[in-house]
């Protein structure tokens, strides 16, 4: 009986200090599909109206309203729910309450609602892989809890808190979920990062190569931030593909450039015009024969393809017609460095240590309402 007692307490406990995130999964669509194994209600919030369905029913926007199954919806919100809480969308698995933005004659958006950690169960495989050491993936898990509370205004405007791509962080419901770092969020429950106090943003990246980097070096119009600074790195120097190098002719870069709001003629030369102490690229500038462009070497290396100018650590080197760009890392090197953080684990750092390390001076906190 005691035990009894002392599960429904704790169980009590764990679901009051979740917050609830609405997360954006399907977003501005003209059709979907929504299903449930089991029977789900349907409910809208302008009619006392509910509908109990044991078949998928499809949910559009015809004649420039929006219909659930064959009934023409007035209100501009439709909630959906299961007693055990799954329900798939377009055949994909989620976990939560969802919910239908109506914003017909355009379009609608679905909407999942459910406890924080539950999101956080949809998007670590996303981020990091599971099998790696427990102590770096627990780091990854409290970044990106920290990170979903700190943006959770992002899309309020849009009538919920996170979107489900790369925008936000991504997520991909029921599905994506994995048994190991699953029990790891639930082992750090309610674990968050903050500075004298305050959450704290968390960017992270597949690793620095050598140095992490200050954020002003990266992104424009961003101040200085205490705890994201540049850090020497000696724990991701077994990460697979540590260096790189990636050819460009020069009329492919001429082509991207112009396709990009940044009109250059023939290119004569393309040079690192500034870099920061970390090794990275700040600046880059491109001479032309009608003038000159300067861009952050970030914006560049986003232009030119992320995944093939893997970073902002590279020297350029000119190749008849062609330039070579040869670099080290992977990603914009702010914050978490995530192959670091395995370096560390593998070390027997613990993952206080770890987020410690790539957010110098924060604090490991409790989330309180
Ligand atoms: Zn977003
Ligand atoms: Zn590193």
Known sequence: MLFFLFLIFTTTL???????????????????????????????????????????????????????????????RVALRTEDNRMTVNGRKYRGTLEIINNAPQFFTIVEILPLD????????????PKWPEE???????????????????????????????????????????????????ATTGVILTYQGELISTPYHGFCGGYTEDPRNVWEGVNKVKYLQIKKCNFCKKAPRYSWSAKFERTKIESILTANSLPVGKIKNIKVNDQSSSGRAI???VTHKDGKVLLKANKFRLLLGSDVIRSARFKIKKDKDAYIFEGAGWGHGVGLCQEGAKGMAEKGYDYKQILKFYYPGTELSQWAN
């Open 14 to 76: 764990a679901v009051a200090a979740q917050p609830i995130i609405h997360v954006g999964i399907l977003r501005n669509v003209t059709e979907a599909t929504v299903g449930a194994q089991n029977v789900f209600e349907v409910s809208f919030s302008k009619t006392d109206n509910t509908g109990l369905y044991n078949h998928p029913i499809i949910i559009k926007i015809k004649d420039k309203s929006l219909y659930v199954d064959t009934k023409k919806v007035i209100s501009d």
């Open 118 to 129: 539950e999101y956080v169960y949809g998007i670590i495989k996303h981020e990091i892989f």
């Open 136 to 186: 770096a993936v627990k780091a990854q898990i409290v970044a990106a809890r920290t990170y979903a509370l700190k943006n959770f205004a992002k899309h309020a405007k849009e009538g919920y808190d996170v979107c489900n791509t790369t925008c936000c962080q991504v997520y991909g419901g029921l599905e994506s979920e994995d048994p190991v770092s699953k029990a790891l969020v639930d």
């Open 283 to 285: 600046e880059i500038k």
